[in-house]
Nanobody, 126 residues
Framework: QVQLVESGGGSVRTGGSLRLSCEAS????????MAWFRQAPGKERETVAS?????????DYHDSVKGRFTISKDNERNTLALQMNSLKPEDTSTYYC???????????????????WGQGTQVTVS
């Protein structure tokens, strides 16, 4: 059973930075899609950034975070990270780490295909 545990959320001023981490355990062999999603109160959950484990290490970003956020995967530590810079109040959300086995890029682009989810970590920007 895959388990994902997020950490690193908190409160920060506008323009500040935070780094989220997601420790993964229980993985089966094979390439995976991993991603960060976020959901603010009263809003739908949205994809923030995604990455494929294994070559090619394709990554994608929501337009609103391009140039500010960076997703990365530490394969030795089996940890997914999201470096968030130049934070804005509209980035305030609960952030979730998620993973699923890779099928193709279209499969990875659909939130409903992610089988494993963390419990979420709150990010507040003011």
């Amino acid at each position: 059973q895959v388990q994902l545990v997020e950490s690193g959320g908190g409160s920060v001023r506008t323009g500040g930075s935070l780094r989220l981490s997601c420790e993964a355990s229980g993985y089966t062999a094979g390439r995976h899609c991993m991603a960060w999603f976020r959901q603010a109160p009263g809003k739908e959950r949205e994809t923030v950034a995604s990455i494929r484990t294994g070559y090619p290490f394709t990554s994608d970003y929501h337009d609103s975070v391009k140039g500010r956020f960076t997703i990365s995967k530490d394969n030795e530590r089996n940890t997914l990270a999201l470096q968030m810079n130049s934070l804005k109040p509209e980035d305030t959300s609960t952030y979730y780490c998620a993973a699923t086995l890779f099928v193709d890029d279209v499969f990875c682009s659909r939130m409903r295909n992610f089988a494993y989810w963390g419990q979420g970590t709150q990010v507040t920007v003011s």
